[in-house]
């Protein structure tokens, strides 16, 4: 590809997700009310935020786990709950933040799970399902654990299997709820490498809940910080991550400066037991 040439992720017909007045809840409780939000098509937008204030409840209303109370979600302009089951899961896969594997399921049989949006009657799998699991058995480094049930992994290696089945969905949406959970820090970074080559080189719009703002703050074009279910800021890390917001949405002392390698923003937390030291 030359330099001029279109990044993929500038792909006009990238999908658009949206919700418009949402309003979220289980039971009695109202969790989300009247939240508005516009996922930037072909970008990475990160969620962040302390626990409980929504972040999870919404990506599963984003992805039709949740039925809205009030509001809509819409894909491309048509509300989510008209878009056809099978047409929704390859336009959009989600990595929930506590999947359930089917008991005694191998790697390699949940990752080709992803694939069943691509099947029909008359095509149950072919060469491009078997090339789909294996590229994201290797993206993955699942390779060698793809015979091995996944209920006998570790937490990192579990989280790593669901990732390759999201990733083997190959759908332009794909959502993802702490995906960086369990894994230690390589793997994590491996992990966000990954989902940047998946938006760089193929265009997928992702939208996932991180916890680490310095991770946010590198992967993200597009953050989105919540607070009690509402979202109180949105936009580039570096326009929106300051001392102030971190102090407003996780209640933190923290200094922000610049990220070596990066140059996003570097937040540091202060704590009850450091004192910043003039430099
Ligand atoms: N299935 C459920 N039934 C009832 N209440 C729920 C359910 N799932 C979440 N909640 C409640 O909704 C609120 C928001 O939960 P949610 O899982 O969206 O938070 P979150 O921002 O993802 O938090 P975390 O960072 O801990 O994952 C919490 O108060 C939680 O207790
Ligand atoms: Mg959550």
Known sequence: MTDDAPLPRDDPDAPLLRAEGLRL?????????????????????????????????LLRALARLLAPRGGSVLLDGRALRSVPTRELARQLGILPQSPVAPEGIT??????????????????????DERAVSEALAATAMEDLADRPVDELSGGQRQRAWIAMAVAQETPLLLLDE??????????????????????REGRTVVMVLHDLNHACRYADHMVAMKGGKVVAEGEPSTIVTEDLVRDVFGLRCHVG???????????PIGRHHAPTAS
Request: with cysteine; glycine share 10%; net charge negative.
């Open 107 to 128: 790697v390699a049989d949940l990752v080709g799970r992803g694939r069943s949006p691509h099947q029909t009657w008359w095509r149950q799998w072919s060469a491009r």
């Open 179 to 200: 995906p960086t959970t369990y894994l230690d820090l390589a793997h994590q970074i491996d992990v966000l490498d990954l989902v940047a080559d998946l938006n760089r």
């Open 25 to 57: 809840g289980y039971d009695g409780r109202t969790v989300v009310n009247g939240l508005d939000l516009e996922i930037p098509p072909g970008r990475v937008t990160v969620i962040v935020g302390a626990n409980a204030c929504g972040k999870s409840t």
């Open 258 to 268: 610049s990220d070596p390698v990066s140059g996003t923003p570097l937040v540091i």
